[in-house]
């Protein structure tokens, strides 16, 4: 099975610390993904990354940044965290497949707090 | 952006069927209909995905209109660990694997 691991599942940072979230996938993907869940606004996607040291902006890039230094970890940066970065953020993975967007597996979920 | 329309939420009983309809109208030739579940405290989790004919899988059935405008998502036994929010998602083959989700059908299912 297919595994999507994420460093922490709750972490707490003080406003302008910088912040870390790492996640590895264990199924040699090149895809992967970074999300932020909130209530009322569904996931959406921060960052993603088709292969090693490649990565694109997603649909809300502001005030992150990610590496994808190895193809089984991405991680995801947030250089000077503030209270509106407090949310869940999920990681993701997925085979690429020309011409079809293949099931992507999730990692369980950090429930980022900032203070 | 793609986009799909859902109710906000649906009913079940256990063990009953519940059908979770989507709507895609604008969906062209080359989308796949996707569903993913997400359940309390977890991270999304595949269901089944489809282009033109209904598919089945252990968890799931998607039947898929002939013009495609429209889905549905059927459980053939509701359980209480069914109890979820349902994403219906249409992804195009070019955007790197990319998905939106919407907002999803908050199933609850009642023993």
Known sequence: D??????????????????????????????????????GL?????????????????????????????????????????????????CASSFPVRDRVERQYFGPGTRLTVT | DAKTTQPNSMESNEEEPVHLPCNHSTISGTDYIHWY?????????????????NVNNRMASLAIAEDRKSSTLILHRATLRDAA??????????????????QGTILTVHP
């Open chain 1, 42 to 90: 569904g996931l959406r996607l921060i960052y993603f990354s088709y292969d090693v040291k490649m990565k694109e902006k997603g649909d809300i890039p502001e005030g992150y940044s990610v590496s994808r230094e190895k193809k089984e970890r991405f991680s995801l940066i947030l250089e000077s965290a503030s209270t509106n970065q407090t949310s869940m953020y999920l």
């Open chain 1, 2 to 39: 297919v595994k999507v691991t994420q460093s922490s599942r709750y972490l707490v940072k003080r406003t302008g610390e910088k912040v870390f979230l790492e996640c590895v996938q264990d199924m040699d993907h090149e895809n992967m993904f970074w999300y932020r869940q909130d209530p």
């Open chain 2, 85 to 102: 929010v349902y994403y219906c998602i249409r992804a195009g083959g070019t955007s790197y694997g990319k998905l939106t989700f919407g």
């Open chain 2, 37 to 53: 579940r997400q359940l309390p405290s977890q991270g999304p989790e595949y269901v089944i995905h489809g282009l033109t004919s």
